[in-house]
């Protein structure tokens, strides 16, 4: 199995708190990406990184912010939680851009109340 | 509307049965994945292909690029290929992001 791992796997907090998710890495890959998974949707892209320091937004990225100040970690914050954003929050990894297989992590419940 | 659409949304097969889960596409893409997720568990990721066929054990999974189309098959179902199974394609460009389906729940009764 890849070496990934998100931190913390379940989290309850109440709007307007700041919260921050962790995903780590022992592989090594250029490439990670934060994901969210709600009911009646796929899995959406909210940021990736392509490098240290190198980020860029997804397709829901209103309301997070990410930082990657070393290859093996990729943080996830929640500036000011709103219950919209009650959801599974999924980190992957992968070598290429898409092109690779990719390697997720085993999800961060998060519950704003 | 999601671009990537999966049927059937929710799949019931007796153990041994061949099973189909299909995937359709709106434009040309670059690659093509297939994800296994089991309730309450993460994702693995069980192809990536960007033509023809793929073959892992029991699983296959072909692609028709012209017919922007893929099938995900599983032979002789068993119990434990109950998941959702999840497929996404990679548009190409510089969007770097995959668009996901929503998932096929398959459950394989005994």
């Known amino acids: 199995d890849a070496g990934i791992t998100q931190s913390p796997r379940h989290k309850v907090t109440e709007t307007g708190t700041p919260v921050t998710l962790r995903c780590h890495q022992t592989?090594?890959?250029?490439?990670m990406y934060w994901y969210r998974q709600d009911p009646g949707h796929g899995l959406r892209l909210i940021h990736y990184?392509?490098?240290?320091?190198?980020?860029d937004k997804g397709e829901v990225s209103d309301g997070y912010s990410v930082s990657r100040s070393k290859t093996e970690d990729f943080l996830l914050t929640l500036e000011s939680a709103t219950s919209s954003q009650t959801s599974v929050y999924f980190c992957a990894i992968g070598s290429m851009a898409n092109t690779g297989e990719l390697f997720f992590g085993e999800g961060s419940r998060l519950t704003v109340l | 509307k999601n671009e990537v659409e999966q049927s059937p949304q929710n799949l019931t097969a007796q153990e041994g049965e061949f099973i189909t889960i299909n995937c359709s596409y709106s434009v040309g893409i670059s690659a093509l994945h297939w994800l296994q997720q089991h309730p309450g568990g993460g994702i693995v990721s069980l192809f990536m292909l960007s033509s023809g066929k793929k073959k892992h054990g029991r699983l296959i999974a072909t692609i028709n690029i012209q017919e922007k189309h893929s099938s995900l098959h599983i032979t002789a179902s068993h119990p434990r290929d109950s998941a959702v199974y999840i497929c996404a394609v990679d548009y190409g460009g510089a969007t770097n992001k995959l668009i996901f389906g929503t998932g096929t729940l398959l459950a394989v009764q005994p």
């Open positions: 990184s392509y490098g240290v320091k190198d980020t």
């Open positions: 592989e090594n890959h250029r490439y």
